[in-house]
């Protein structure tokens, strides 16, 4: 811990008030979080609070301009207790590049693992352990500067929130292909993790989900021919036994388990294509019957499989082959994470 880092716990914990078995994702959250203030061109001194209510002016730039932006992380808890979150150097990474491209500031490392730490050692009851519990774990940054004017703010609150997690999507998730609306655009802020991302693709969404579907798969804004993600998770096509998914560019994600996906199957032997893949080409493998499996892979979401998709008007169920990719990776990766099998990547941190 840095000698900075200021404590104030809770006098009482709320965890006796929930019921773990009837978890809504990101719906309930522990009894801490890690504050950190930026101004006069520096971090502040971090500090651990109890959970609640952040006062703002009504003028904050985030409020205006959408100035934010956010990671997805999770702990895990194994069989003996030992808590242990994945890659989150990579997130660290990741919400300073998102920071760059949105005009804010770079976190500080240390403060960023000291917080984490410390935040994770007190909460540390509400992470379980066992398959598909986890503590999902949302990092962010705002823009507090209060004034209307259309410029970068010169103050910010860096803000780390934790909330148990189980099953991102419960039951089949089926899938439109975007053939008119985008989510992000050459040179644009695809890659990055910023509110604004998400809040544009919810319309559509909302559109889609009228129709039956979860989720919407991305496909590039100039020509809606290549597939890229689908914006809670990135995602994986099946073609006979290659697995086939879109390159990370300044459009998609640079997702920490889809890059981790890439190098388990890779270990396994799967043959992995990174490359542009054409809406035209997975619509073909499923009239043909070579798509095997197509499933989504996110923080949040794990391994997704999905079930079906549709592309215009042409709709697909997918087989639900016994030797699933999905199912034998998403083992593979979970045990992983919980420190219930080996971690030749050194992907494991402890907290
Ligand atoms: C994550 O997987 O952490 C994400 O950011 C997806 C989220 C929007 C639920």
Redesign the pocket.
């Known amino acids: 811990m840095t000698d900075t880092l200021k404590v104030t716990k809770i006098s009482k914990s709320k965890i006796d008030q929930v019921d773990f078995s009837k978890l809504a ?2 719906t309930v959250f522990t009894d801490h979080m890690f504050v950190c203030e930026y101004k006069n061109g520096a971090w502040q001194t971090p500090e651990i609070l109890p959970y609640g209510p952040l006062q703002m002016d009504p003028s904050a730039k985030v409020f205006h301009y959408g100035q934010a932006v ?4 999770k702990a895990y808890k194994d069989d003996n207790g030992d808590v242990f979150m994945f890659r989150p150097e990579e997130n660290f990474n990741r919400i300073n590049k998102s920071s760059e491209r949105l005009a804010m500031p770079a976190f500080d490392k240390a403060y960023f693992f000291d917080g984490l730490n410390t935040l994770l050692n007190l909460d540390k009851d509400w992470i379980k352990s066992g398959e598909n519990n986890s503590l ?1 774990i949302r990092p962010f940054v705002i823009a507090t500067e209060n004034g209307v004017s259309a410029s970068p703010a010169t103050e910010y609150k860096f803000i780390i929130i934790c909330a148990p997690a189980q099953a ?1 999507y419960s039951g089949e998730v089926r899938v439109l292909f975007a053939d008119h609306y985008s989510r992000s655009a050459d040179g644009g802020v695809g890659f990055a ?1 910023a509110a604004g991302n ?1 809040a544009a693709q919810f319309y559509p969404t909302e559109l889609a989900k009228e129709k039956g579907y979860n989720q919407v798969v991305w496909t590039d804004a100039n020509s809606h021919e290549y597939l890229e993600e689908a914006g ?2 990135n995602v994986f096509f099946r073609v006979h036994d290659t697995l086939l998914t879109a390159p990370t560019s300044d459009r998609i994600l640079d997702g920490i388990t889809r890059k981790s996906l890439i190098e388990l199957a890779r270990s396994q032997g799967i043959t992995v294509e990174v490359r542009p893949v054409k809406v035209s080409e997975i619509v073909e493998a499923a009239e043909n019957g070579s798509l095997k499996e197509m499933f989504g892979a ?4 794990v391994i997704s499989p999905i079930s079906g998709f549709t592309h215009k008007d042409k709709k697909f169920d997918l087989p639900k082959p016994e030797d699933a990719y999905a199912t034998k990776l998403k083992k593979q990766l979970t045990e992983l994470q919980a420190n219930r099998a080996d971690d030749p990547f050194g992907w494991r941190y402890e907290v």
Do not use: Q, R
């Not at 956010?70 to 992380?73: A, D, I, K, R, V």
């Not at 996110?298 to 979401?301: D, E, H, V």
């Open positions: 994702f990101g956010f990671e997805g992380m999902y991102y993790k998400y809670t998770m996110g923080t949040a979401a």
